[in-house]
């Protein structure tokens, strides 16, 4: 490819400017896999991204998105291979690394997740980085014994992503409310990052610290 699309932020004059640019390959950081983006989300963080004052881009230019779902054009590991459905968020991503915003993205493998069995790209990313810290909350509760009649469950925070999902999931999982589908897909989530590296509590061990 000659160059793509990307949501390319700068700072000028302590205000950002966001445009649309036709960036290079070459011009994306370091990583071990090149992945061709088909979703990502909008979160707390990526409109902090985008605020003069928001403290969580320290250089520009940059691109935000601090999550992504895509397929793997190339892999430099054993783990993955062209044509691999996956999902990137978390760590570094749309903060200190270039983010989900871009037709293409660059990143370590260390971040990155096979799109779990039973998910599409978009029920991923429509879950995004707040369904799955909500998933992983509820999974740690579960693990820890928490059950039904064990009493109510506080959700603190509960209008925003992650505690509404939280919710969700904890009356589908916890409560004895019925399955809802959303809970289903971002227990699915979960469950597969923690799958993929239990002994660190998931692919995602810094997930939950780095959502927005």
Not at 10 to 26: G, P, Q, S
Not at 104 to 126: C, F, H, N, T
Not at 127 to 143: D, I, K
Request: charged share 20%; with cysteine; glycine share 14%.
């Amino acid at each position: 490819m000659s160059s793509f699309k990307a949501l390319v932020i700068n700072k000028i004059d302590n205000e950002i400017i966001a445009e649309t640019k036709r960036i290079e390959i070459k011009d994306l950081p370091e990583g071990e896999l090149l992945i061709q983006v088909a979703y990502s989300s909008v979160n707390y963080k990526d409109a902090l991204a985008c605020t003069a004052n928001g403290g969580i881009v320290k250089s520009y230019p940059f691109i935000p998105g601090i999550d992504l779902a895509g397929t793997v054009v190339s892999s430099q590991n054993e783990r993955f291979r062209a044509g691999d459905q996956v999902v990137a968020t978390g760590y570094g991503l749309g903060v200190s690394h270039y983010g989900g915003y871009s037709e293409y993205a660059r990143v370590p493998a260390d971040w990155v997740l096979k799109l779990p069995q039973g998910l599409s790209m978009k029920e991923a990313m429509i879950l995004g980085t707040a369904g799955f810290t909500a998933a992983l909350s509820v999974y740690e509760l579960q693990q820890n014994g928490v059950r039904p009649e064990d009493g109510p469950i506080l959700v603190t925070g509960a209008t925003g992503g992650v505690g509404s999902v939280a919710s969700d999931c904890g009356k589908a999982r916890l409560r004895g409310g019925g399955e809802y589908r959303q809970a289903g897909q971002a227990s699915i989530f979960a469950r597969a990052g923690r799958e993929a590296n239990p002994r660190k509590g998931g692919a995602r061990s810094r997930f939950e610290a780095d959502a927005g």
